[in-house]
């Protein structure tokens, strides 16, 4: 992998460029920042540069042999360490690696939930376990395969559990020569302080709306968030959206007919409702997805109440209900609400009865909509 190729992040690009032509190349280095700005991608690109004979100021030069195989993830010095689910498919992640760079090489951009699909194991939490730490060990003691840097890249290094986490500190007190370590994460606050003093840190940030632009149409590139992975999910899923925008105006409009008219023919239609969004037809990943969506309107609402239109990030379609709805949003329950939403997603991913869920969710938007 490349950096030409990755969108964007040019002033890391520079500063991982740099650090390899003023020979001061960190033994232990954090990527951090949003999901899907491409931390995982400028870690590879990072480590390909680092070991190309050939790189120039720019780039590596992605024909050498070396550059070859890490093209294809597989370098001999090459590793990664990454959540997984222990079952029967294997308790590392050496047990794991090849899905994991296939998803690497198919999609480029992935979240976890994305990884756990990969493997199969949705509504399932995974972990980098105390064996892993072991594994990272022996790999770094084995003699390099050439005279260049041995590369392990920790992917969501807040994973790991409390006894792996120590062990690599451990080793980030006493690296290995001609060794680095690139932690990749979304939530470096959940490291141990102690890993955090050990490694040089660099904040990968949100993408600006030209540099999406240059991917994906200009509605698109606005509501994204500076997300390459939010940009084409929404590109991909275009349909959903709509979909889905039209049921948080379903429950929204109906919640309030029920609580500020007491219309309980609108009642009986919430209950209908939340069945059709409990249907399995509709499966799990739908369900949280909308409550994503709904916890982002929810958002985009309040902040319209502010009058800044720059920071809202809304489609025409979402603009053009909000001009009426954001009103409802306030001070006094936008907490409230999102709590509720976010509650319920998190039911919903631990397998919780949708049919339940959702229609709890209407009874608590019916009070708190109430104006």
Known sequence: MQFGKIIGQNSVKDRLRRSVLDGRVPHALMLSGPEGVGKLQLAVAYAQYLNCPHRTS??????????????????????????????????????????????????????????????????????????????????????????????????????????????????????????????????????????????????????????????????????????????????????????????????????????????YAALQELRKWSLEMADSKVGREKQKAFLQYAQQQVRENYIRNFGCPSVNYQTEAETAFSRNFAAFINDGNVGKIMEQLALAEKQITQNGNAKIIFFDLCLQMIVLIKR
């Open 58 to 263: 720019e780039d590596s030069c992605g024909v050498c042999p070396t550059c070859l195989q890490y093209g294809k993830l597989q370098h001999p010095d090459l590793h990664f360490v990454f959540p997984i689910v222990k079952g029967d498919s294997g308790d590392t992640c050496d047990d794991f690696i090849e899905p994991f760079r296939n998803l690497l090489l198919t999609q480029g951009y992935f979240s976890l939930d994305d990884w756990y699909r990969a493997m199969g194991v949705e509504n399932k939490q995974g972990m980098i376990y105390e064996k892993e730490s072991g594994e990272i060990l022996r790999k770094l003691s084995l003699k390099s395969f050439g005279e260049g840097w041995k590369v392990m890249i920790v992917w969501q290094p807040e994973k790991m559990n409390t006894v792996c986490a120590n062990k690599l500190l451990k080793l980030l007190e006493e690296p290995p020569e001609q060794t680095i370590f690139i932690l990749v994460t979304e939530q470096p606050e959940q490291l141990l302080p102690t890993i955090l003093s050990r490694v040089q840190q660099i904040a990968v940030n949100r993408l600006t709306e030209e540099e999406l632009s240059s991917r994906f149409s200009p509605e698109i590139a606005h509501i994204a968030s500076g997300s390459y992975l939010s940009a084409k999910r929404l590109a991909e899923n275009a349909d959903d959206t709509h979909k889905w925008l039209d049921d948080f105006i379903a429950l929204m409009r109906r919640a309030w007919l029920v609580g500020n008219k007491k219309d």
